[in-house]
């Protein structure tokens, strides 16, 4: 299995604070998501950075990715107590059916 | 506005109980997937779907089946409910890989098993 795994398992920061969260895979990708789910929701996707891209950006979040250390990080920045949720990182395969492999998530908590 | 439904939020069945879980996209996509989310373990593909009666197993398809006679509409079959699948089920729609890759999901059902 190419199961991410997420690290750290729990984050709690306060509003205003930067929070950095990363994502480790086993096999070669096409592409690595992020995506977002509040509590007891479906998920939402927030940003995709394809296997030749090192970083990207949309709006507070910073992705990168370094595929020698098959790693990835998410990064956002000022946070809000509106950023409470989980967070998950998802791989595609290089090779066969576009599946997506998921991580076991992040739960971040920011406080007012 | 992209939209994916499940027929149920919240659902309790007894053990032994046929289950049927419905899924419906909007947004004209080929592939549709059922995972299941546990505490610890992330989300697990179930199965997936890249047309309109074709379904492929994913990592855990034991215990379930999958039915797709529609394009939109997507179906997860417990043909004998058990306390071990009791879990939070998510649906999710995409375009084929050529396309665009994200998924889209819907709100998820809570199933309890008793």
């Known amino acids: 299995s190419q199961q991410g795994e997420e690290d750290p398992q729990a984050l709690s920061i306060q509003e205003g604070e930067n929070a950095t969260m990363n994502c480790s895979y086993k096999?070669?990708?096409?592409?690595l998501q992020w995506y977002r789910q509040n509590s007891g929701r479906g998920l939402v996707h927030l940003i995709l950075i394809r296997s030749n891209e090192r970083e990207k950006h949309s709006g507070r979040l910073r992705v990168t990715l370094d595929t020698s250390k098959k790693s990835s990080s998410l990064l956002i920045t000022a946070s809000r107590a509106a950023d409470t949720a989980s967070y998950f990182c998802a791989t595609v395969a290089n090779t066969g059916f576009q599946k997506l492999v998921f991580g076991t998530g992040t739960r971040l908590l920011v406080s007012p | 506005d992209v939209k994916v439904t499940q027929s149920s939020r919240y659902l309790v069945k007894r053990t032994g109980e046929k289950v049927f879980l419905e899924c419906v996209q909007d947004m004209d996509h080929e592939n549709m997937f059922w995972y299941r989310q546990d505490p610890g373990l992330g989300l697990r593909l179930i199965y997936f779907?890249?047309?309109?009666?074709?379904?492929e197993k994913g990592d855990i398809p034991e215990g379930y089946s999958v039915s797709r006679e529609k394009k939109e509409r997507f179906s997860l079959i417990l043909e004998s409910a058990s306390t071990n699948q009791t879990s939070m089920y998510l649906c999710?729609?995409?375009?084929?890989?050529?396309?665009?890759?994200?998924?889209?999901f819907g709100p998820g059902t809570r199933l309890l098993v008793l």
């Open positions: 779907s890249y047309d309109v009666k074709m379904k």
């Open positions: 096999t070669s990708i096409n592409n």
């Open positions: 999710a729609s995409s375009r084929p890989l050529a396309q665009q890759e994200t998924q889209y």
